[in-house]
């Protein structure tokens, strides 16, 4: 019996920066004087304050290659490669939602995280059928109905929640699970 | 909050009939005066009995098609929409050994399990990672490492295991929650 316990963390938005591709695909298709940064994008939506962009968000997320390329979050696999030797890690995102992901998303965690074992991998919608101890996520939604301990990784659009213990980092969260 | 209760449920020989599909691709591949049938492949595995179709195996299992149409297992789509009515049905397969498969899998549960969501789809590895109340799966292997109730579909490979209540057929499941 496996004494760890065990962390499950979402890939958009906390390993892959997802956030930042879409903002940079939208300030090239945009065009503005003033384009987007990640400081003006704060506390809003991409989708809402370029609604001109919002349909070409769906079309990039539905291209297969999407996924595969995105940069990795600062930190991340240094924090996750640390964070393995005393926890049993699982990778749990929402791929359901964007089928078109599956094989990109399964080549960018073996690209970049080849230390995770691969049958720690789950493609889910929803995370309440997640078992472990802690969710690290982006979506409030998601960390509801978590059934452990859920930490809110920092994201632009979740700015106002108040609910979880906010990682602004991956240093955050090494020292949320180390100090 | 969601009151009902949650049963995960497995896809390859419960609810897709892979073992027979392999079966008649064995018998196709060795060509044997008496192919082999349901009956004489009981309590065996087809790569031990037929040495020779165990590298094929792999190569059919890895065809990004092969998951696509296989026959559906009987009474398990009459059952299951039952079940849905009263329970929270998720599909919890081990798509992470058949990277392959992904796309295929989904498609198949889309057509022949339209009425579940596919936010309730979890492609994963290890089963351990799955919060629900009762998993129904042909692994003894999966079922041990679950936390919930196991409930071990019959196949052939597990002939031997008695740790399990042991569905021998979908009206098994039926009654099990019904009566």
Not at 119 to 124: I, P, Q
Request: net charge negative; with cysteine.
């Amino acid at each position: 019996m496996d004494m760890k316990k065990r962390i499950a963390i979402d890939m958009d938005e906390v390993m892959a920066d997802t956030g930042v591709r879409l903002m940079d695909l939208c300030n090239e298709f945009c065009n503005e004087e003033e384009p987007l940064t990640v400081t003006t994008l704060r506390g809003k939506r991409l989708a809402e304050i370029r609604p001109a962009f919002a349909e070409a968000i769906h079309t990039h997320l539905a291209d297969t290659q999407f996924f595969r390329d995105l940069p990795v979050i600062e930190d991340s696999q240094r924090v996750i490669r640390k964070l393995h030797r005393h926890y049993d890690i699982f990778i749990a995102t929402a791929a359901m939602e964007v089928p078109a992901s599956f094989t990109a998303k399964y080549e960018w965690l073996e690209e970049h995280f080849p230390f995770l074992a691969k049958k720690n991998y789950v493609f889910c919608g929803d995370k309440s059928i997640i078992r472990a101890d802690y969710l690290i996520d982006d979506n409030p939604r998601q960390l509801r109905s978590f059934q452990g301990e859920g930490l809110l990784y920092d994201a632009p659009h979740n700015d106002i929640e108040t609910e979880f213990p906010r990682m602004n980092s991956w240093e955050d969260v090494e020292r949320y699970f180390f100090e």
